[in-house]
């Protein structure tokens, strides 16, 4: 199905045009689109909102993000120019487990804003992720990416293991 990109998620590094199609069946990230959960969110169609139960939905996407990894890396071992797309994919599955388990839509257009208040993240991640915004297709940015992501992930057990500790009290 095809529809306008909605005003929250208007970020031209995720949707260079204004309308996309809205994908949900499909095997990852390239093939399914950005944030297809949001887009039907934003569009007031009834489907499943992963933010507000992120436990399920996240090992498929880590398992996802470990093959788009190793893609990138023998992209840019071998000076190679097709990253910029697994770069997306990279910074699409970091936005999501960072807004997921902060309970909020990805809202990619604000990101800046809205991470500042969120309670699990990275130490310094609205520069770092600017960084990797900027200099998307460089080696460094895909560096910067794999630690943020390994350092998201150590903030989501950290937050699974809160979760856990407060319901056996």
């Known amino acids: 199905m095809k529809a306008k990109v909605p005003?929250?998620?208007?970020?031209?590094f995720f949707f260079p045009n204004d309308y996309v199609d809205i994908q949900i069946q499909g095997k990852g990230l390239k093939e399914r689109g950005y944030f297809p959960h949001?887009?039907?969110?934003?569009?007031n169609m009834k489907f499943s909102q992963p933010w507000k139960d992120e436990e399920p939905w996240?090992?498929?996407?880590?398992?996802?993000?470990?093959?788009?990894?190793e893609e990138l890396k023998v992209s840019f071992r071998s000076r190679r120019q097709d990253t910029y797309e697994g770069m997306r994919c990279g910074m699409a599955f970091l936005l999501t487990i960072l807004f997921w388990y902060n309970a909020?839509?990805?809202?990619?257009?604000?990101?800046?804003?809205?991470?500042?208040?969120?309670?699990w993240k990275?130490?310094?991640m609205e520069e770092r992720l600017g960084f990797i915004f900027e200099n998307a297709q460089s080696f460094?940015?895909?560096i910067q990416l794999n630690e943020l992501i390994v350092e998201q992930l150590k903030q989501c057990a950290k937050k699974k293991v809160m979760r856990k500790r407060n319901l056996t009290k």
């Open 104 to 119: 909020e839509p990805v809202t990619p257009l604000s990101w800046r804003e809205k991470i500042k208040g969120f309670q």
């Open 122 to 124: 990275a130490v310094n």
């Open 140 to 142: 460094t940015a895909f």
């Open 58 to 69: 996240i090992e498929p996407l880590i398992n996802e993000w470990n093959a788009i990894r």
């Open 7 to 12: 005003s929250q998620l208007q970020n031209s």
């Open 38 to 43: 949001e887009l039907m969110f934003f569009h």
